[in-house]
Structures are given as C-alpha cells and as structure tokens.
C-alpha cells in the first residue's frame, strides 16, 4: 500500500513541475516580439534622429558647379595672323589671345595723323589771317577816330564862319570854302566807316574760318584716337585668369567684329548652385558653413552661404495667346516642395581637385547659430 500510494504521488508530483515551466513555443513568441518592438523603438529613435538631422543639417544632392565664362569677341574685323593658344590651355590675366592682321588699320592711323596735320595747318593759315586782319580793324578805327576829328574841326570851322559872315565880318568865299571843307571831312568820315565796317566783317569771316577749322582739328584729333583705338584692338589679351574652352578659331580664319571667338572660365569665379527644397530653407540663413561633396572625390570641399535666390519660375503665371493665365490641373493631395537656388562660395578645396562648371555635387549645410529674426 505504501509502494502503490507513492508512485501517484511521484506522478502528481512530475505532472504539477511541468505544467509550471513554460512551453518552448512560447519562449519563441516573446523572444519575437521583443525582438520586434526593439527594433521599432530602434527605427523609431534612428527615424527621429535622422529627421532632426536633415531639418538641422539640410542637405541636397541636387548641386551643380557653376562659374563665369567671359566671352571674347574681337571689336575690329581681319584676319587672324597669331593665335597662340590651345584648347583648355591655362591663361594669365593680360596674355596675348588673339592678334589680327594690323595693316589696314596702321594705313588709317597714318592716314588720320596726315588729315589731322593738315586740319593745324589750315587754322594756322585762318589765324594768321585773322591776326592780321584785327590789326587792319585797328587801323581803320584809329584812321576813323582821325577824320571824326577833322570833321569836328571842319563843322567848328564852318560854324564859325557863317556867323562871321551874318555879322558881316567874314567874307562869303571863306565861308564857302569852310563849307566845302566840311562836306569833304563828312565825306571821309562816311568812307572811313564804310571801309571799317567792311574790315570787321572780313574779320568775322576769319573768325569763322578759325572755329571751323578748330572744328575740324577736333574731328580730325577724334578720328586720329579712333585710328589707334582700332590699332589696339587688333591684339586681344585675357581679361582674366582662367582656361580657354571649347577653342574652334584657327589662324588665317577672318575675325568678324562683335562675333564670339574665344571662350575663357575665369578661374577665380567658381561657386556652387545648391537646390534646397522650400521646406528646409527656413534652417538655412547667409554665413552657413556648408560641405561640398564631388561625386568623383572622397574629400569634401569647404564653403558658405552666399545669397539664396528671391524668385523662381512660376509655370502658372505664363499667359496664353489670349492673355489669360494658364493653370495646370494638380493633384489636391499631392503638394511637391519647390526647390529653392542656394549659393555656395568656395572657400577651400583640395589642390588636387579639378573643378568644372557643370559638375553634380552634394551639398551640406551646417548650421552653427540660431536664425536672427529679421
């Protein structure tokens, strides 16, 4: 009875133990979903980190390497005699790029001196001419001057004698003979007058002889500038540093005037067209540090907020042939963030780096201090 009474004991006993530990398909459920919920606490934290990130640190892979491109065009038309430069070939502030044939234009330079010669010795014949005549004009007043003199004498004289004679002192043939006198002074004054008069304007004539000729010494002087203007701009030099691009003129090959013949990226002008989405350019303000990523570079490049754009295209504003705006149909749920043209300027970069206008980059900015409210 004791042996038959313990073992469903024993077995009671082995029945209760393992009800108590759980079952191994449990263990696997909550390993699971601890499992699960870890790794969405996780997401969740990185998720939250990531967007903090990119709200505090806007960033873009939508950049591109711009810089200016000054465009040589000769200002005189011939034909190129010297050409020395290669394609891509770097060049100095001032080097000579083009020298067009300067024959014609010495010819015009000569020609031009010679006329301008020519207009100085036309004036100075006029003012000779004039001098002299001013000094006729001087003689001929003090010559009037002179027979207005002898005029007041004669009338005095003839005055004088006519009352002699009404009080019948005089003789009538003195008095005659004083009038006589003065007719003949009153005519040589009326002559005297007549030839001053024609004397000044013979002088009013050199006078605008001599401005025309001082005229024509400043058109020839213009031109005479214009001829060694014309001379210089046979030869071209850089007006900046930088690379020749996409060269396609030859020498012997006629240079027309205000055409396009040499295109040179100006070293020193290199920046970065950064577009940022308009959700996160309130975190991006003027002075930002910014990092430049190259696509064919590990290093990033160092640089900074320059300005960011005050307008874009608006497709909707455009008018139709009847002047009415043109509105595109949109999606009411579905609003696309425009992208907003952000300046960079490069501060440094590796001496290695060969920069391109035209390249892809992407674009970080770190935004070091808080935004001042303007």
């Not at 025309?212 to 071209?236: H, P, V, W």
């Not at 001496?351 to 935004?367: E, P, S, Y």
């Given at each position: 009875?004791?042996?038959?009474?313990?073992?469903?004991?024993?077995?009671?006993?082995?029945?209760s133990?393992?009800?108590?530990?759980?079952?191994?398909?449990?263990?696997?459920?909550?390993?699971?979903?601890?499992?699960?919920?870890?790794?969405?606490?996780?997401?969740?934290?990185?998720?939250?980190?990531?967007?903090?990130?990119?709200?505090?640190?806007?960033?873009?892979?939508d950049?591109?390497?711009?810089?200016s491109?000054?465009?040589?065009?000769?200002?005189?038309?011939?034909?190129?005699?010297d050409?020395?430069?290669?394609?891509?070939?770097?060049?100095?502030?001032?080097?000579?790029?083009?020298?067009?044939?300067?024959?014609?234009?010495?010819?015009?330079?000569?020609?031009?001196?010679?006329?301008l010669?020519?207009?100085?010795?036309g004036?100075?014949?006029?003012?000779?001419?004039?001098?002299?005549?001013?000094a006729?004009?001087?003689?001929?007043?003090?010559?009037?001057?002179?027979?207005?003199?002898?005029?007041?004498f004669?009338?005095?004289?003839?005055?004088?004698?006519?009352?002699?004679?009404?009080?019948?002192?005089?003789?009538?043939?003195?008095?005659?003979?004083?009038?006589?006198?003065?007719?003949?002074?009153?005519?040589?004054?009326?002559?005297?007058?007549?030839?001053l008069?024609?004397?000044?304007?013979?002088?009013?004539a050199?006078?605008?002889?001599?401005?025309?000729?001082?005229?024509?010494?400043?058109?020839?002087?213009?031109?005479?500038?214009?001829?060694k203007?014309?001379?210089?701009?046979?030869?071209?030099?850089?007006?900046?540093?930088?690379?020749?691009?996409?060269?396609?003129?030859?020498?012997?090959?006629f240079?027309t005037?205000?055409?396009?013949?040499?295109?040179?990226?100006?070293?020193?002008?290199?920046w970065?067209?950064?577009?940022?989405?308009?959700?996160?350019?309130?975190?991006?303000?003027?002075?930002?540090s910014?990092?430049?990523?190259?696509?064919?570079?590990?290093?990033?490049?160092?640089?900074?907020v320059d300005?960011m754009?005050?307008?874009?295209?608006?497709?909707?504003a455009?008018?139709?042939?009847?002047?009415?705006?043109?509105?595109?149909?949109?999606?009411?749920?579905?609003?696309?963030?425009?992208?907003?043209?952000?300046?960079?300027?490069?501060?440094?970069?590796?001496?290695?780096?060969?920069?391109?206008?035209?390249?892809?980059?992407?674009?970080?900015i770190?935004?070091?201090?808080?935004?001042?409210?303007?």
């Amino acid at each position: 009875m004791t042996e038959t009474q313990k073992k469903p004991a024993n077995a009671e006993g082995t029945t209760s133990t393992s009800e108590a530990q759980p079952s191994p398909s449990l263990w696997g459920r909550s390993a699971r979903v601890a499992i699960t919920l870890a790794a969405l606490a996780i997401a969740v934290v990185m998720g939250r980190w990531m967007w903090l990130a990119y709200m505090e640190s806007p960033w873009t892979r939508d950049g591109v390497i711009r810089a200016s491109i000054i465009v040589v065009a000769p200002q005189v038309s011939g034909v190129l005699v010297d050409l020395p430069l290669t394609d891509n070939q770097f060049v100095k502030k001032d080097d000579l790029l083009i020298r067009i044939d300067p024959t014609d234009y010495r010819i015009a330079l000569d020609s031009a001196e010679a006329a301008l010669r020519q207009a100085r010795a036309g004036l100075d014949e006029v003012t000779a001419q004039e001098t002299v005549q001013r000094a006729q004009v001087a003689v001929n007043e003090a010559q009037l001057e002179q027979q207005h003199a002898a005029l007041i004498f004669a009338r005095q004289q003839a005055d004088r004698y006519t009352t002699l004679l009404e009080r019948q002192v005089g003789t009538a043939q003195a008095a005659q003979q004083y009038s006589s006198q003065l007719e003949q002074a009153q005519a040589t004054v009326a002559s005297a007058q007549a030839t001053l008069a024609e004397a000044r304007q013979r002088l009013a004539a050199y006078k605008s002889q001599r401005e025309a000729a001082e005229a024509s010494i400043a058109t020839a002087q213009a031109r005479l500038e214009q001829a060694k203007t014309n001379l210089s701009r046979t030869e071209i030099r850089s007006p900046v540093n930088g690379w020749v691009a996409n060269l396609l003129a030859r020498a012997g090959n006629f240079a027309t005037a205000q055409r396009d013949l040499v295109s040179i990226v100006d070293a020193d002008s290199f920046w970065v067209d950064a577009y940022f989405e308009e959700t996160t350019i309130a975190n991006i303000q003027v002075g930002d540090s910014a990092k430049i990523k190259l696509m064919g570079y590990d290093q990033p490049i160092v640089g900074r907020v320059d300005s960011m754009a005050r307008a874009i295209d608006v497709a909707n504003a455009r008018p139709n042939v009847q002047g009415v705006a043109t509105v595109n149909p949109v999606f009411t749920w579905v609003r696309l963030a425009q992208r907003i043209p952000v300046r960079i300027l490069i501060d440094e970069k590796p001496k290695d780096f060969l920069l391109a206008a035209g390249m892809t980059a992407t674009v970080q900015i770190d935004r070091k201090a808080p935004r001042k409210p303007e």
